[in-house]
């Protein structure tokens, strides 16, 4: 028989109670339990970045935590990073600078790129790069992305 366990938690804003298997992944939890499927997942081993959310304000691989870790802690998912119908400003970057093409990797990428620019809000073209070597994309060449991210600190300092 499989252990099940009670899990609160606050994701984009909402507070959620579900019952999980203790074995069960943060991604699958998000993406089954809860049906939020922007979070994607890719290698399933850490390593490509598609699954990367915000926990409680920083990256965190979500196929490498487990549901139950998560309890009491807040999550933000690509669904909460536009505020209803209006885009984010990265968000609007990565369309404005073709940061994307397929789309897989953009979840990761773009809450990757959230704590990046909260924490250093004027990067170099460098710390860009070195800030998303951690996500993997098969179809840009990055330097979409890299733009993107350097537009959005623009548009984000002009906004503070």
Known sequence: ?????????????????????VRMHLADFLRQKLGLTGTHLGCEHGVCGACTILLDGRT??????????????E????EGIADGDTLHPLQEAFRDN?????GFCTPGMLTTLIELLRDNPDPTEEEVRIGISGNLCRCT????????????????????
């Open 75 to 78: 999550i933000m998912t690509i």
């Open 60 to 73: 965190a691989r979500s196929c490498l935590t487990l549901a139950v870790q998560v309890d009491g802690h």
């Open 141 to 160: 060449g990055y330097q979409g992305i890299v733009a993107a991210a350097l537009d959005a600190a623009k548009r984000m300092r002009a906004l503070s």
């Open 98 to 102: 073709h940061g994307l093409q397929c």
């Open 1 to 21: 028989m499989t252990e099940m366990r009670k899990i609160s938690v606050k994701v984009n804003g909402k507070a959620y109670e579900a019952e999980a298997e």
